[in-house]
Nanobody, 113 residues
Framework: QLQMKESGGGLVQPGGSLRLSCTPS????????VSWFRQAPGKEREGVAL????????SYANSVKGRFTMTRDNAKETVYLQMDSLQPEDSGVYYC??????RGQGTQVTVSS
């Protein structure tokens, strides 16, 4: 089964940082572009870091610009989302996905004091 696997979520205090990882399962990352999304309870899914091609520009949601950075390590078949200066409104389930609809179950991020 083709899917993505996210990891790195957890509980962090406001102002803290987390780095999420996303790896493919059942296929090679290759030239797939990967984007990060999040969804908080009762809210619509939000595109956090979007990339339409594996080397194309990354578009960040206004709410995370300057705080979140998506990077990719092809040798490790991993896409990362570095999240700094986290705030309670950043809480939610974060998941990664490809344009073809391959996605994971997500990893929970909770920002709370």
């Amino acid at each position: 089964q083709l899917q993505m696997k996210e990891s790195g979520g957890g509980l962090v205090q406001p102002g803290g940082s987390l780095r999420l990882s996303c790896t493919p399962s059942g296929f090679r990352l290759g030239l797939y572009s990967v984007s990060w999304f999040r969804q908080a309870p009762g809210k619509e899914r939000e595109g956090v870091a979007l990339q339409s091609s594996d080397t194309g520009p990354i578009s960040y949601a206004n709410s995370v610009k300057g705080r979140f950075t998506m990077t990719r390590d092809n040798a490790k078949e991993t896409v990362y989302l570095q999240m700094d200066s986290l705030q309670p409104e950043d809480s939610g389930v974060y998941y990664c996905g490809t344009p073809t609809g391959i996605r994971g179950q997500g990893t929970q991020v909770t920002v709370s004091s």
